[in-house]
């Protein structure tokens, strides 16, 4: 045995070593393999590792043992495997390297470097870290470590995390190799060093220089800087005195040599000076020119260097002029008037302020002076051919210069010497182009000859001569033609001779009439003020081209894109162009206007900017495509409305719960809307883009297709009906799961969720199963299905089936009893033995069986309970109330029936039994009210008796007599002295039981009445079969005041069969309550829809209290109890009764779910905007099996005055337990909208609860939020501001009439109300600061539950208006 297994060892390790160094990365092992063979006792696994001899590799041999009984058997085989470092590729036998380093970003289990290697991989450190002992992470290298801690650096070596740097000791600077030092000569005296001002270090040196207007002397250390302060000033015509600062401090010990100066005119000419160092303060800079603006400059010259100058601008004065004025020249102008003209000096030093003008008039003759200031002068008044000398000098402000050089000038001989006489013009000569003038010949000698006039006509605005020549001396009068239009012309006439030329000249001017302007207006051009406007101005035309005044401009306009052109006039040059159509392309043109319209402008081209659309997409159109999405088209604007290039389209789909929106923008006219919930309605819009904005059209609503429904049907309900039925009934799934209209329901029934099933379609939530099997146990599943297909199922539910029915009867067939009694015992028995649980049946009449043509009144139903442990023939009873309906007749009789809405009871003959009534014979007969009320004004009041018991066989009398109070002092406080005259009132036969009969009473009152009378009304009979029954006396009250009346808060109210009642409340609408006020509410049975039986419920009052107001209510919980299982909602009436009958109907509704009568506290709520206020929601009815949360919502389009206000806190939540009267409270925060005005504002809020579990109705829906800007007032403060007055008025009316009691007028007020006036029959005997009544299904004889006890919620009203329930009439 140990020598096969040593072989097997040495075969696996040498086939293993063979194998491994056959293929790179791939290990073949030995596998023993057992061979077969009965009989071994145990088997065990002995493993053989063999190290790899290669480096690459690592292969193993597996030796596999079996211990037989009789001997061992070793077999061995090849098995394949990677080496480690490789991984094998699929079932292949080939092996792949394994990348180490592929994991962490490329570095594997390395910190900084991972390197790969076939079968392995190492790690390394970037530079600056070595490898660490485990081959993997890095620690940093010190590489300051080395030459006593300086490393490579010459001074100071500073280690880092992977790296260092170099520094150097102070006076140092590093070197650009970062590792050596250089000494800093400029470290000293503040980074200076040697030098004065600026020092620079250099590699193993440094230079100076010197800061700007400084230069640096030849000792290369010190700076030079210029003179300061320099001044310059007029010395004279020829100097100017300058004076400076010398440059601060000696930088060379007495080295400052002298001064440099320069002064240069504006020419380029100038003078340069060199001044000794004692001129420095005071020097004369000579040699310059008079009235002359020199620029000099000053510097320093030292033996080192010549320093950088200081400048400054100066002039000398002025002196007289130098040169006397030049080219004096004299004109003859005729044969008495000389011209002379001359130039200015060329040396003038300074303004030429005159000139003086010497005339010689003969040789040797006095000189005269003319002084002028210009650079002519006419001498006149001299003879023909006179000769005159004339000299000139010019002046400045210094003095008189030079005199010219003499010159002569003779006049001329024989011109004429006065002017043509009577120059005119002929006013209907005038035209826009020309017109005549006409003149006389001159005053002259008779040695003077006219040979012709010369002309000179030019236009004064322009000054330029416009017609020169000469006319004929016989002519008196020129027509001048082609003239400028609406122009102002000199004409100026002269007449001459051919020998002596012109004499002097007459001048008048005229004006050319206006005409049409002859060019267009100038410089067309406009720009752009929006889509739809744009601003055109203009010049006028050329003062060549008006001709005359331009009054206006006309401006014509037609768009190119088609259209109705335009035209505007106006009075200046320019004109805002408005309503424009956007984006369209218009032509302008404009002419001037004066006495017509001119040539127009070039057309001007112009285009409008793009704006919004003017009218929106068209043509919306939708097709859903399947339950999530639906396909939106859509056609553009009228090409006239896009008014621009439409961009893009933006298609907004909202969703009106929760008003999320899907936005998509699209350039063209569809798109695929989605994802959609199923089934879904969305409001869609779609606006159109362009560069100017975008214009939505109204929205449309769209619609999904429908989808499979994607929840299950929820509160499934399986009742067993009989032993073999099952009624099973639900609720469609959530609205938002249902994905369409809900068309049929599949069930599935199976005796286990695993079995196989029996399915079922019903299309209402309710199905019946028939043909079960007894007291047997069926899971069902329902889905809920669309056109689009069937939903998913709900968890499988179990139902029992009942199990055989317990049967039962009344005891016998018939019963006896007298109508008088008013009662019978009925009995019912047990048929089977050892009842197992509780079981009711109903007793109840039977109507339209009654023998004897009965008509009973329909009787209260009564219970027979059995309980478990009974046994057969035990019986139970009731006593059944029977009432006649009072018509005299034999002995009668009507059926009593047994039923039960219990499937596993079964009836058993006799299960019906007749009831005999024995006739009695006598009446009980009271008035129907113990008190009646009317007016002075009405005059009379209505009596009524009332048939109580007994039938009528015969015709009745009765009357009716009046007595005083009896109270003495209150008839004579009160003037109480009516008298009545007897009065009948007739019953007649067969009348029944509960019918009444009346008659009028008139008032006959003697002496004054006041605000309150009364009086007693005393009924009496004859009869001896009439028995009187109270009340037989009655009070009248009358009155002059007003009516009180009281409604039904609502007319309808809510709950549900889980709840178990419902609270109703009663208002006084109209008026006040001046005495104690009694009602009554009653359900009315009969009023009950779709199958329901409530049990009728007895009469309950309500006591108003004297003091209540308007609007103050009273409110009494009736309990709900019901004979049958229904689903849906259910309905039954209930009455508002006063002493004469029924006041007014309402409705209450039972829902099969949990029904809550929820809303506000008040009806509105008044602060300021400053406050924030508790804004509380009240239960008036129901009680919750879950929470309940309600969203607060404002009604933004309820806003008046511009408000806009914003809610905070936006939810109220009700735990599970919260019943009747519980309130929930939240801060209500309201943000203005920054709008403030001196008046209240106001908006609506809401509730809508997030649940659709729970049926919430809202008493009054939406209440009022008042904002008072007054924002000192608390909400109780600010809510008294709106009603001072009438609380003031109410108060001063209320002491007025403090002792006078309204009652109430008989009116309509409401539709369907029978009437409005509801009176006390009694007194209330109780204390009326609380009034509490708890409705419940009781029978005959049982006693209400009390406050305490009712599981109802009780309604506690006090005296106090405040703790009143308040409710508004719907």
Known sequence: MGRDVLLAVVLCVSAAVKLCASQSGVCYSLASQLTSQAYYTQTSYTYYYSCGLFGWSRCSATGYSSTLQYRSIITYAAQFACCPGYSQVGGTQTCVDINECAPNGGLGSCQQICINTAGSFYCNCQAGYTLAADGRSCQDANECSSNGGLGPCQQLCTNTQGSFYCSCLQGYLLRNDSQSCDLDECHPREGRGPCEQNCTNTDGSYYCNCTLGYVLVTDNHNCLGPPSELVLVAFNSTALQAGWIAPIGDPNDGSLLSYGAVCRSAEGSGVQYTLDIEEARGTLLTALSPYTHYHCCVWVVTSKAIGPSTCQFATTSQDIPYSPPENVSIVARNSTELDVFWSPPSLPNGPITGYNVYIELLAGSTTMREEVDVQVLTLGHLVPHQTVGVRVSANTSVGEGPLSSLVQGTTLVGAPIYPPRDLSVYDDSITPQGTTVAWKIPFHHDTIVVNYYHLVLWEEQFGTPRVIFNLQGNM???????????????????????????????????????????????????????????????????????????????ISCSPLEGGKAFSHSVTESNITLIELHPFYTYECRVAAVTIGIGPYTAKYEFKMSPAAPSSPAQNISFVPINSSSVLVAWGPPSLSAQNGVILFYVVLVSEPETRAVLNFTVVSTSVMVGPLLPYYTYTCSIGVFTAGGGTFAEAITIQSSQGAPSGVPRNIIANSTSPYDVMLSWQPPYPVERNGVIVNYTILLGESPDSEHRTFSSQEPRVSLHSLASRTTYFYSIAAGTIAGTGPFSDFQQVTTLEEAVNISLSQGSYSTYELAGHVEVCARLLIEGLDKSVHVILSTEPGTAIGDVNFIPLHNHYFHFSPGMHRDETQCVNMTVLDDGVVKDDEELY?????????????????????????????????????????????????????EGVLGKIMHMSLAINNTGNESLAEVLGAGYSLQSHQLLFQQGQKINSSTCTNITLSKEGPAIHWEEFSVYLQSSDASVVLSQPSVATVVVTDQDYLILLFARQEYFTSERVGHVQVCVMVSSGHVERPTQVYISTEDMSATEGTEYTPLHSYPLLFSRGHQENDSLCVAIGIQHNNCTTGTLSFGVLLLDTTGVVERAVIRIEDIDVMEIDFEKTNYVFSEAAVVPLCVKIYSGQLATELVLKVQSYDESAHGGVDYILVNQSVTFNRGHTSGDTACVNLTVKHDSVKTLANKTFAIGLSPLSEDIAVHFVHGRVTIIITYETGLSNEEASTVPVTTGVVGALVFAAAIASVIIVMVIMKRRKGSKKLLLVSSETATHPTDTSCAVVSNIGEGDSPPSCEDSAASCAVQHNDTDALIASTAM
């Open 476 to 554: 008196t009068s020129y027509s001048f033609e082609a003239l400028q239009e609406y122009c102002t012309y000199q004409c100026m006439v002269a007449a001459g001779n051919d020998v002596y030329g012109l004499g002097p000249s007459s001048s008048i001017s005229f004006t050319t009439l206006e005409a049409v302007p002859s060019g267009p207006p100038l410089d067309l051009s406009g720009e752009l003020l929006s889509s739809t406007s744009y601003r055109l101005f203009w010049n006028p035309p050329t003062p060549m081209d008006r001709n005359g005044v331009v009054r206006s401009y006309f």
């Open 896 to 948: 009593a029936v047994l039923s039960t809405d219990d499937p596993s009871v079964g009836l058993k003959e006799p299960y019906r039994a007749v009831i005999t009534i024995i006739n009695s014979n006598y009446v009980s007969v009271s008035l129907k009210d113990s008190i009646y009320y009317t007016t002075k004004a009405t005059g009379y009041t209505q009596i009524c008796a009332l048939l109580m």
